[in-house]
């Protein structure tokens, strides 16, 4: 892989790197996998060597914190109120995300937690919810990680807005131009009500799901019982009429999209949380099949426009070097 990545011009590295790599990144490094995790670390390692980059300065990569309400006009279903501070116990000369967390010290092997955003915006919408939210973490020192997939209708405390579902966060951040828009709302509002620190963020829009299981070949699970959807959305608010049969399947992009975000089952948003989870482990696994690694490039390029997450190189790095010690069995 890394005599291919010769081919790559340097000018577009970083995007490639940044952009492309980071759902892999994301999918090895939290689910599993130490040989993607040794490929991954040293492919992008000797790509940014290639590249001569210049020096990335964590300090200055934060956005700035707000701490003040956010002027609304002409909207009374959002009433403005006092963001929630920065925790005082934190160290205020350490960078922080654009949730006011400061950021993990990798030297000290720091717990990390990313949030996982899905899009789904339709052709004439100009901002957006979020679908799916996941947030991930990860243990260092105990070589550990988790994931906890948070139901969008879930009723919460949005800062600087009223109480709303919080998929909704990702819609006011874009529409009011929060700093960091709708991820970095998203983030502060997972914080807020979770009470724990979230440093990153990595969103995807589906049509770039389902790219990148096209790309992979498609994913092969256990569907653990038959589900008839005859009015899944399409993206025209009309239907996509979607059925699946119980047993062992294997879905292209298109089929796995439906799969993960289909309602219409039994248990509903625990059922589709982990039908969600499912699928990230099927695409982890299909990744870490050998004759994967040499389409990492071409997931790279196809990731670079429906990929958007605040990791820069240096974060990039460090986790993929943890990737190698994460062992799949101690995801929760």
Do not use: C
């Not at 964590?58 to 909207?75: C, E, F, Y």
């Amino acid at each position: 892989m890394a005599t291919q990545s010769k081919h790559v011009k340097s000018s577009f590295l970083p995007t490639l790197i940044v952009n492309g790599l980071i759902f892999g990144l994301v999918v090895v490094f939290l689910l599993g996998g130490a040989y993607m995790g040794y490929v991954l670390y040293y492919t992008v390692k000797s790509a940014v060597v290639r590249a001569n980059l210049p020096g990335l300065n964590t300090a200055n990569l934060s956005l700035p914190q707000v701490v003040a309400a956010l002027p609304l006009t002409g909207n009374s279903d959002n009433v403005a109120v006092q963001l929630p501070a920065v925790d005082p116990a934190a160290d205020q000369n350490q960078p922080t995300s654009a949730s006011g967390a400061t950021l993990p010290n990798y030297e000290k092997k720091e717990r990390i937690n990313i949030l996982l955003l899905g899009v789904d915006r339709r052709p004439d919408e100009v901002y957006s919810r979020t679908d799916t939210m996941i947030l991930v973490t990860i243990d260092p020192n105990t070589k550990t990680a988790g994931m906890l997939s948070i139901p969008r209708d879930l009723w919460v405390s949005i800062p600087g807005f009223q109480e709303d579902r919080i998929n909704k966060a990702h819609f006011l951040g874009e529409q009011y131009k929060y700093p960091g828009g709708g991820p970095a709302l998203s983030m502060r509002t997972v914080q807020y009500n979770l009470g724990v620190p979230v440093h990153y963020y990595a969103k995807i829009d589906f049509r770039g799901f389902e790219k990148i299981i096209d790309t992979l070949g498609g994913i092969d699970l256990y569907v653990p019982q038959t589900i008839d959807d005859p009015k899944f959305p399409d993206n025209n608010y009309g239907y996509d009429p979607f059925y699946i049969e119980e047993g062992y399947q294997h879905l292209d992009g298109h089929d796995a999209m439906r799969y993960a975000r289909t309602r219409h089952t039994p248990g509903s948003d625990f059922s589709r949380a982990k039908r969600q989870q499912q699928v990230l482990l099927a695409i982890r696994d299909k990744a870490l099949q050998l004759g994967m690694i040499t389409k990492i490039p071409e997931l790279w390029a196809t990731m670079s426009d429906t990929v958007e997450t605040d990791l820069q190189l240096v974060d990039i790095l460090e986790l993929a070097q943890l990737a190698a010690d994460l062992d799949t069995e101690n995801i929760r």
